[in-house]
């Protein structure tokens, strides 16, 4: 059972008091443990009635308080609508003291508050990114929501300028310059929830067009055994991990979970006994044990220079953020030949093709013979809503129904809520080798795949769609992405 938002969260979180339940003749409320006894009474005089306590450890009353606050009635649309186009940019342009917590807004100004609301909205919907495009008339604020874009709001035109100069003060960025892409980076708090933003600016013809990429420090971060794996799947990628050299790929386009699965992969090796080292364009989650490199083109510390600086630190395990270009390529590739495990992803719609991929590169057929291990491509497909999906009916020789969308408040009135990963691993056998040192085509690789055990995309997809955890639409839509 959840508390009530009666009192004000700053007064809440600070005081160490919440009321669970008010009644008319008395109200029932949680303080926190080792709160004096000052807070209490300030509480009886603002609820006006006798209170009935329970004292909760510290860690319990912030999962309440989380539950209570974090989940407002008031969306970001009706937060937007209340602010008129009269915004004082000159207060802007000063210096705002950074907020705490989203929900400690209440008194700030209003263009402040509803960047808050935004962000709060995304925030609580488990949004992955936030979108605040220029256009002639409006702007609209879009969230991407299981790996889709859907419009909250669409603040008016006047307003723009004043969000872009907010959210660069929050990230501290240079607010004149308006004429040049800009990043940063900024740390939220919901309701006690740490959150990290990286922050985009690029400009357009009507303005300044913003993305924020959303990364809950708070959210468990998954093991193998979480991501949706086929069980003879994962037992594969599993013994591939504990490969002594070569390298292990994980291919699949922008937004297809590839460093989750490699932060999984991460998280199973022995980091006590290990030299694990990794390069990243960014650094999404910090990892114990494990060395993490932030790339940092500004001073020229890229793929390939963090590399070769990185071969002469003794490294077990190195982890590429990204395969971009044939140095970083060839480096990986010397890396794995004196006797380090590679692990890196590429933009390649399946395995096979990643092999295409990096001979176009300009790697040779004979090093990646003998270095490739295994490609594991995916994709993350969003599952149907448990609370509303609905059974389609059968068609002749099924015997057990296929599971369509419907909507319903509890997933935004879209069908599906959360995503699940499918999965394509490509063990690198004898025969495959050969055909890769020979240069074969691509379909060739394919057929051999197939004929060693290899599950293509499509095919481990319908297995969550004869599950009825996701649609046959779900799985088509994002195969012909």
């Not at 990892?287 to 940092?296: D, E, K, T």
């Not at 500004?298 to 395969?323: H, K, N, S, T, Y």
Request: hydrophobic share 40%.
């Amino acid at each position: 059972m959840s508390g009530q938002a009666v009192l004000p969260y700053g007064f809440a979180r600070s005081q160490g008091v919440l009321v669970r339940a008010l009644h008319e003749d008395h109200a029932e409320v949680v303080v926190r443990e080792g709160v004096g006894m000052g807070a209490v009474a300030e509480t009886r005089r603002t609820l006006g009635r006798p209170l009935r306590l329970s004292t909760y450890s510290r860690p319990q009353f912030d999962a309440l308080l989380a539950e209570t606050y974090g989940g407002g009635e008031r969306n970001a649309a009706e937060v937007v609508a209340d602010v008129g186009q009269e915004v004082d940019l000159e207060q802007l342009m000063t210096e705002l003291p950074a907020v705490e917590d989203l929900l400690d807004s209440q008194d700030d100004a209003p263009i402040i508050r509803m960047i808050n609301a935004l962000l709060t909205q995304a925030l609580r919907d488990r949004a992955s990114d936030v979108h605040i495009e220029p256009y002639e008339q409006a702007s609209v604020v879009r969230l991407r929501r299981d790996g889709v874009l859907v419009d909250i709001a669409h603040p008016h035109r006047g307003l723009h300028a004043a969000m872009a100069s907010r959210i660069k003060v929050m990230a501290s960025l240079d607010i004149a310059e308006k004429r040049l892409p800009q990043d940063g980076r900024m740390s939220l708090r919901l309701a006690g929830r740490q959150v990290d933003v990286r922050v985009s600016t690029l400009p357009t013809t009507h303005g300044e067009r913003i993305v924020l990429r959303l990364l809950d420090k708070s959210a468990g971060q998954l093991g193998l055994d979480a991501l949706g794996m086929e069980a003879e799947t994962g037992r594969d990628f599993a013994a591939l991990l504990t490969q002594p050299h070569g390298i292990l790929l994980v291919t699949g386009p922008t937004g297809s979970g590839k460093s989750t699965t490699l932060y999984a992969a991460l998280r199973t090796l022995d980091a006590e006994t290990l030299n694990v080292i990794t390069v990243e364009d960014p650094v999404e989650f910090d990892l114990p044990g494990v060395a993490q490199i932030q790339v940092n083109p500004r001073i020229e510390l890229d793929f390939a220079r963090a590399l070769r600086a990185i071969l002469r630190q003794d490294p077990d395990v190195i982890m590429i953020g990204e395969i971009r270009d044939l140095e970083t390529a060839r480096i990986a590739v010397q890396a794995s030949l004196t006797g380090h495990l590679v692990m890196a992803t590429l933009h390649t719609n399946d395995a096979p093709s990643a092999v295409t991929r990096l001979i176009d590169m300009g790697v040779e057929p004979f090093l990646l013979a003998s270095t490739l291990r295994g490609i594991l491509a995916q994709r993350l497909v969003r599952k149907l809503c448990a609370s509303c999906r609905e059974p389609e009916p059968l068609a002749d020789g099924e015997d057990a129904p296929r599971w369509r969308a419907q909507g319903c408040p509890a997933c935004g009135h879209t069908g599906y809520r959360g995503r699940i990963g499918i999965y394509e691993l490509m063990r690198i056998t004898p025969d495959l080798a050969h055909l890769i040192h020979d240069g074969r085509q691509e379909s060739e690789l394919r057929r051999a795949a197939r004929a060693a055990g290899a599950r293509a995309l499509a095919d481990d997809g319908m297995r969550h769609v004869l599950a009825g955890t996701t649609s046959l639409d779900e799985l088509q839509r994002v195969m012909h992405d």
